[in-house]
């Protein structure tokens, strides 16, 4: 299959028409979309991303006001979120009408919805009589894209058309959250809508899940090897390690500075000290880095507030991998 990246709405409603797979843009990054509500073509985002089957999918819809079509049960928490968050980088966990695949939650009776800002994607889903499932269009494990030519990379051949509406502006996945028996908000994936945020509208704390070892995680963006460089990444203090680390390639990532280190090659994310502007450039600069071949990376801890706590995340996930 020849994969086209191109800025025609009309030929992905087509193809989404047609039950094919097309990759979308989003403000958070790029998804692999297909008709949420026909199993075969969601199949094929399985397929294509050789994405295990117990890991369920996000459930794309172009307003808020649709979700009642999808959800049997809104809390009033939600409706709160929703009235203030969405369209936006906010994923809700909700019970799942009947019209949704048991294929999109991989059996469970939460459905994951979300309704994204970027103009384009908004555009495609307002023509479309159905909502779209979307994992992030990478391949499993792998970084998100934030960019159509990262979808290219990673998905080259098992796409038929990428809808390129830019970069990504979040450039961080969306914040996941769950409701418990009591209607409090549950957040399971820390990303591009701060806790912060959630937390000055709802005028109190939110809760993270407590989980055993033992217990399987509910979202993958919980599992510890995810959104993983090919490079080994460590993170601490980037002059502190460079020692460590004599006569190998090494490439930084830090917040704002730079360090008196000619051997290191160094990305900052935000020499102004922005955490969203940062977090805008993780993911890609983590691609550029890739694409260097250095031996390993030095990331710094961000400041553990904003963004900076999703940033810090990604960097945690990206570095379990080489840990035993
Ligand atoms: O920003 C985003 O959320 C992007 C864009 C494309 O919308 N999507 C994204 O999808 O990050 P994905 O599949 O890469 O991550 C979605 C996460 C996974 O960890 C999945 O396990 C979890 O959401 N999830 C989806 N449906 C769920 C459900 N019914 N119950 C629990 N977790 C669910
Ligand atoms: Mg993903």
């Given at each position: 299959m020849e994969t086209l990246t191109g800025t025609d709405i009309d030929k992905a409603q087509a193809l989404l028409e047609q039950g094919c797979l097309v990759a979308i843009p989003t403000e958070t990054v790029y998804g692999l979309a297909a008709n949420a509500l026909d199993p075969e073509a969601v199949l094929k985002i399985f397929e294509a991303k050789q994405r295990p089957q117990f890991n369920p999918l996000i459930v794309h819809i172009s307003?808020?006001?649709?979700?009642q079509q999808y959800v049997s049960h809104i809390p009033a928490t939600a409706q709160l979120l929703a009235k203030e968050f969405t369209p936006g980088p906010l994923t809700f966990l909700l019970p799942k009408k009947d019209i949704i695949p048991d294929i999109i939650t991989s059996g469970s009776p939460l459905v994951a919805l979300r309704v994204p800002a970027h103009p384009v994607c908004r555009a495609l889903l307002s023509r479309l009589s159905f909502p779209l499932a979307a994992p992030s269009a990478n391949e499993f494990g792998y970084i998100s894209p934030t960019l159509a030519a990262h979808v290219q990379q990673s998905l080259e051949g098992k796409v038929a058309y990428i809808l390129d509406g830019g970069a990504a502006t979040v450039g961080l996945e969306s914040t996941i959250i769950g409701f418990d028996e009591a209607e409090e908000v549950i957040v399971h994936r820390v990303g591009g809508l701060s806790i912060e945020q959630l937390e000055a509208v709802l005028g109190k704390k939110v809760q993270f899940p407590v989980r055993t070892q033992e217990q399987a995680p509910l979202t993958s963006g919980q599992l510890k090897s995810h959104y993983a460089p090919h490079t080994a990444l460590y993170t601490g203090d980037i002059p502190a390690l460079a020692l460590r680390f004599p006569g190998k390639k090494i490439a930084s990532i830090s917040f704002s500075a730079s360090y008196p280190l000619e051997h290191v090659q160094q990305f900052v994310l935000s020499p102004g000290g922005s955490l969203t502007e940062a977090a805008g450039n993780l993911f890609r600069v983590m691609r550029e880095i890739d694409a260097l071949q250095a031996d390993i990376i030095l990331a710094e801890i961000f400041p553990d507030e904003g963004l900076g706590r999703a940033i810090n995340d990604r960097l945690n996930r990206a570095r379990a991998v080489f840990k035993p």
């Open positions: 307003d808020w006001a649709e979700a």
